[in-house]
């Protein structure tokens, strides 16, 4: 698939380049001076964004915003990937379609990608037959009522002229419009005529209202307005309202959006779309100390004063006060009352703050009537300065002030907050107080470096609020039993968008794409065209075939006309419907296209990356629900995403060197080695790492363990027949047990767990085996070798297949290891797991106790303990009473043991031990089940100790070792008879 406007875009942008720079370019960037001022320039953008200095264009220069966000050229982006002659066709949009894919196509092939490209399309309407799908797709969901027109509220850009949908840009995936509440306080007749006379000069020769409107998320607490604030170094204009007869006072960036927007009844608030007059600009200095008349305040009159931590890059730059339940508010203002040198800076007198007191309006159990200034005194903040205290205590205030506030003045006092709040603001605009304005809940940029704004568009838009249709979506989602998200965090992700998306704008009125059946001025967006073609994937190759990406009928295998594609020939294929008569294609094509349909639906996965949560994916849950309304059964039946990819844990960067292209990695580490890195790179929403260190490693391992089993199982050395000795029998059950795990981890898309099971522990188990047996002069069995290197080869095979076809040809097994079945585990032993942990943890704590004891030691010996002491056996016994076959130990266990201990353990310091020891055995159950808990080992020790004796002389490098029982033996030290338990010897040297 091909992002559509994303290529329009981009060839736009190739062509101005080569308008402005010439063929080839030659870039300002290439003078090494003006590349420095260039950079300089980029520096300090950022640095100005990270500081919020109140820029209304981010702070970006002139020459920094002409090449984007850096020193990026299209040219140069194309120059990497395409021989220099060839770049400028890509002026045309449509080359990049017939370019690129076929390219992917044969990269994704060199990477191993097991796919059937006869299903394989671009998502235009250069493909017919996917445009006569996507036709019939829409006309559905119309006839359903779930596409609609009308003036929306969408992010939007004023250079593009269109909604911008989250593939159009470069930053703000995922946000949508944050509506916020103008109110509009009224400037009153001016007190100081030469400190404001060009506020005058604007009321009289407007002959308007003029009132500053600042952007709130809660009329409901205008009632304990005190003052109004503004930035001193902010930039504000008065922009003329057409729709009100009024002028407002508010930043560019503002007035901008407003102009874009409608006041009511579809009437905008300026007389032309997108263009306000602005009347007058101002400093914010020369804003302050105007008297102003506040909607339902209890003064009368306040004031504009100084407030040092607006951002004009939110709201309207213009903030008003209310201290009693807004903690920034409450401390700016105290400031302004307690410090007079600080007033005088920006020439505030003291009855424009001074007597203006806290209103309590609100009242919140536990936080008393005035909540802000409750928790700045709770935290103890005392400047503006204490940001993240602020942060806090807004927080808090906001949402205990909306979920449990209740309402002390006003007509509505008594009541809930929560309940009168849309009533309030509601009736503020009814009188002409406020009105409605909206802004991107975040920054939004189009992909051609405009900043965009929200603008309510005559629209097509699909109607996702409808309740029944999202409740549907959410009650399936939900169910574990009819989707799997893999993960929690997407899981809730996918709920939160299911009522959040509301309506979405589907068109826009350029780019590539189907147009509108019923309204061809109008184009399919490319992530509204791209919810349900998973179901064009099982006809696809019966359409258009191999090699025809771009459904070139002439190469139809069955030879379809795309024309003959009508409604009622997709409502047959997809919806059960009857024949259509006289449809020009075969009946025995539409039965093979609707038989393939319902063999390979529902779709059990679908892959994608966790930034598309918010748009295509969960769009998809609601288009399937919608299309297949009757048949809830071939809903998507589970999603996994995953997140960004990142190259030895840093952001790829061409700067950083890590820059990597697939076909590029695939080149340099082979297939195997790039996909071992990819697995190993992290399973979650988190951004996965990419270690090139891992790739590196990945091809010596996987050329080695190739060598070793090939030359292994040729050996004549194997032992071929007799029983299986212990540690035969401890591969075997490894593998058994690794075997489930890596199938558990890769069914769950686990594949850095998988990978970890599948290929890192087998290793470690035939490492282990492999020491055993030579260091014990006893040679490996082949049938066991046999049964472990056939178990790795199909293990691996998700993640290196051709390694394991390599391999299994080499093993003489017949057919590919893809299509060998998973290997068959018995069931874990589990005592024989425990046996063998207790083998490589007892060697483990012999490597220790042999390292610390004095160098010099003649005698080694390993003491053991067939018994636990009374306290201990009393501990396994109480906890074998809390432990449940089915859910464990209780959540309440360690407060419990604590409990316990308390009233059965007579000698106070023994509890800690006590403790201890239950802390310990608890994590042992957890390993091996509930046999960690008997109160006597289900194996003999000293048999396996002795059984491996030779192997653990050599590891330790040991002429002699023996064996002594601490309940026979004497002499044994008192510190190490404490120390030695059934299941835990110690090695005694001396």
Known sequence: MLTMLSSVKAANKLKSEIETYGNPPKFPEEDPEVRAKMEAEIQAAKEAKAAKDGKAKGGKTKLVQKTGTGIVRQWN????????????????????????????????KKFGVGVDWRRSFITTAVNPYYDAFIRWQFETLRSKGKILFGKRNNVYSLVDGQVCADHDRSEGEGVGPQEYVLIKLKVLPIEDSTRHAKMQKVMESSGKSVYLVPATLRPETMYGQTNCFVLPTGEYGAYQIDATDEVFIMSARAARGLSCQVLKDNQG????????????????????????????????????????????????????????DAPDDYVSLKALQDKEDFRAKYDITADMVVPFEVVPIIKIEGYGDASAVFMCEKLKIKSFNDKAKLTKAKDETYLKGFTMGIMQVGKYAGKKVSEVKPIIKQELIDSGEACLYFEPESRVVSRTNDECVVAATDQWYLAYGEESWTEAVKKHVLNADTFNAYDPNALGRYEYTAGWLQEWACTRQFGLGTFLPWDPEWVIESLSDSTIYMAFYTIAHHLQGADNLNGDPTKSPEKVDPKKLTTAVFDYVYRNGPLPADSGIAQETLDKMRSEFRYWYPMDLRVSAKDLIPNHLTMALFNHAAIWEDEPELWPKGYYCNGHVLVDAEKMSKSKGNFLMLNETVEKFSADATRFACADAGDSLDDANFSRETADNAILSLINEEAWIVETLLSAELRTDGELNFMDKVLVNETNRLITACGTAFAGMQFREGLQHGWHEMLLARGEYRSWCQDSSIPMHKDVVKKWAESLVISICPVCPHWSEGVWEKLGKTGLAVKAPWPKADEEDKLLTRQAKFLRDSLKQFRGQAGKAKKGFKTASIVVADEYPQWKIDTLMWMQEQYSDESGFPATFMKDLKSWTGSNVKDKKMIKFTMQFASFMKNETTEVGKVALDTQLPFDQSSILSGSMQYIKAQLNLEEIDILKVESAEGIPERIVDQVTPGKPYLWCR
């Open 269 to 324: 608030y300026t007389k032309e779309f997108g263009k306000i007059t602005c009347l007058e600009t101002f400093s914010g200095e020369e804003l302050l100390g105007l008297p102003l008349k506040a909607p339902l305040a209890k003064y009368d009159k306040v004031y504009t004063l100084p407030l040092l931590t607006i951002s004009m890059s939110k709201g309207t730059g213009v903030v008003t006060s209310v201290p009693s």
């Open 77 to 108: 982006i194309l120059l990497r990937m395409v021989p220099e002659e060839e770049i400028p066709q890509f002026m045309d949009p449509y080359h990049w379609l017939s370019y690129f894919p076929p390219i992917g196509v044969d990269h994704l």
